[in-house]
């Protein structure tokens, strides 16, 4: 008897240890033992767990102990769902029909992922009617961080018996204003302080990505990836070349680019596999851009559930609208205007390799 009791305390000490404390967390669950955890405060994705190809439960998303590390932290984007502006916006400024806007800037010269109380700050209305799907809602309102309109924001994530995270994304607004939506998961497919992820073997279906000046801002016209460091149109590792002296990734202290994605509509558009595990992961977007994080400004300072947020722990793959598209003409638009929906999908699939 003392056996079973012990057993069932361990067990409750390792579920416990997935989920932040004193906060309200939804559950989704699948057929295949696949677990995903999410809170209100920044519709936040903070933890993904799935077997890995031994079978075993593989933490495969970073983040921290309590949800009031989120608010706290020095990186506080950690699986949020971003807005309304995901990336960067040159000198927080933008004009629409003659108007000029000025954002909170939180990025050097710039306004980043919304400005500095963005939706990954906002505790946003949770709603779960099973055990698959949760609905967020969020309604921010006019000159909220400088945004013109008050914007009406769902987001639903779903994970399927299929084995896929699905990301729906809905916004209206009452004025023209521009929109950007993603999440910003971490993710590390050989697990939760298993070390850096330059072995982790990814695919981006890019031909061109956007070239930064010294604060990340797109600097114009799409590059080229041909015959570059960030050519990943065939399977590479991503520590193969992030070290080389190209100066993109002098500037990005390795990778921090957005790509310029081939085709539209519903495609797949980068996968990546975490060599350790097994974990092979599939991500598909309606979205024209993707920006790849290789997790360069990790400094350690973070604490999170795994430990420290060490240098290049993470990655992340952000489907989005192009960095500072309201400056940018050549760009693909984000403008939504009164009486439109904005409407957005990205699915992330997931399966091993043995």
Known sequence: MKLIFTLIALSMMISCSQQPTGKKTITLRNKNQFEAVFIPEGARLISFTMPD?????????????????????????????????????????????????????????????????????????????????????????????????????????????????????????????????????????????????????????????????????????????????????????IGQRINEPHVQLLIGKGYDHNYVLKGTGMREVANALGDKTGIFMRVYTEEPGMQFYSGNFMQGKNQLRSGPDLFRTAFCFETQHFPDSPNQPGFPSTLLEPGRTYRTTSIYTFSVKK
Not at 97 to 116: C, E, F, S, V
Request: aromatic share 10%; proline share 5%; charged share 15%.
């Open 53 to 237: 190809k031994d079978g075993k439960p593989t933490g495969i998303v970073l983040g921290f102990n309590s949800a009031a590390q989120y608010a706290a932290s020095t990186e506080p984007y950690y699986g949020a769902t971003i807005g309304r502006y995901g990336n960067r916006i040159k000198g927080g400024r933008f004009a629409i029909n003659g108007k000029g806007y000025q954002l909170t800037i939180n990025n050097g010269p710039n306004a980043l992922h919304g400005g500095r109380n963005g939706f990954q700050s906002k505790v946003w209305k949770a709603e779960q009617s099973n055990e698959h799907t949760v609905v967020f809602t969020y309604v921010s309102p006019d000159g909220d961080e400088g945004f013109p309109g008050t914007l009406n924001t769902k987001v639903t994530y779903t994970l399927t018996d299929n084995n896929e995270l699905r990301m729906e994304y809905e916004a209206t607004t009452d004025k023209t204003t521009v929109v950007n939506l993603t999440n910003h998961a971490f993710w590390n497919l050989n697990g939760e302080g298993s070390g850096t992820v330059d072995s982790h073997i990814i695919q981006i279906n890019a031909d061109a990505y956007t070239p930064v000046d010294s604060t990340l801002i797109p600097i114009g016209k799409p590059e080229a990836v041909a015959g570059s460091p960030f050519d990943f149109n065939t399977p590479t590792s």
